[in-house]
């Protein structure tokens, strides 16, 4: 079907900035909408940043002017930039891509990453 592995998470002092990545693979016929949430211990997950096929973008609140997604279509990749990083940042981020695929027949669904700890700590 569809794998995403994400990437680039990390301990960061707070103002830094990390880059995070998630690569989908296998039978994709085509990638729709890509995003970013985040689920912080105790809280409930949340939408950071999504980014359609089009490329247009929209984010939190509380990370715009800070973060920025973009994607890759030729490499089926969608990224975010993490700058000015703060310690309400620190939570598990995962990648969401609605991918049109073929498996024996041609379907689309939503896929999440595995998550990657992002940590914002001095």
């Known amino acids: 079907q569809v794998q995403l592995v994400e990437s680039g998470g990390g301990l960061v002092q707070p103002g830094g900035s990390l880059r995070l990545s998630c690569a989908a693979s296998?039978?994709?016929?085509?990638?729709?909408?890509m995003g970013w949430y985040r689920q912080a211990p105790g809280k409930e997950r949340e939408l950071v940043a999504d980014?359609?096929?089009?490329?247009?973008?929209n984010y939190a609140d509380s990370v715009k002017g800070r973060f920025t997604i973009s994607r890759d279509n030729a490499k089926n990749t969608v990224y975010l930039q993490m700058n000015s990083l703060k310690p309400e940042d620190t939570a598990v981020y995962y990648c969401?891509?609605?991918?049109?695929?073929?498996?024996?027949?041609?379907?689309?669904?939503?896929?999440w990453g595995q998550g990657t700890q992002v940590s914002v700590s001095s």
């Open positions: 296998g039978s994709i016929l085509s990638i729709n909408a």
């Open positions: 980014i359609t096929s089009g490329g247009s973008t």
């Open positions: 969401n891509v609605n991918v049109r695929y073929y498996t024996g027949d041609i379907r689309a669904n939503d896929f």
